[in-house]
């Protein structure tokens, strides 16, 4: 962040409004691939989840990002997805 505003998003799943530091943000590429931005810092269209473990793995389950992106994500990316969510939260 280049200064020292709070910015807020909303949040796909829960529809809340929350600062940016709470979120967790996600991001399409040029490819159409959704990544996770740990920094919140990589160019492109992003995605906003609560920074709650339960609620990312529900929307992962619910494929919000389709609706998000308006587009069809593939099954491979949303495992991908997972398994960098299980990796950031070190869960098993």
């Not at 929350?18 to 992003?46: A, C, M, P, W, Y």
């Not at 339960?54 to 398994?83: G, P, Q």
């Amino acid at each position: 962040m280049k200064n020292n505003k709070s910015y807020s998003r909303k949040c796909i799943f829960t529809g809340e409004i929350l600062e940016i530091d709470k979120l967790l943000r996600f991001t399409k590429n040029k490819s159409n691939i959704v990544i996770f931005d740990k920094d919140k810092n990589l160019q492109g269209r992003g995605s906003y989840l609560k920074n709650d473990f339960e609620i990312v793995t529900k929307a992962l389950d619910k494929k919000s990002f389709n609706r998000s992106f308006k587009m069809n994500i593939s099954k491979e990316n949303y495992e991908e997805l997972r398994k960098e969510v299980i990796l950031f939260y070190g869960k098993n």
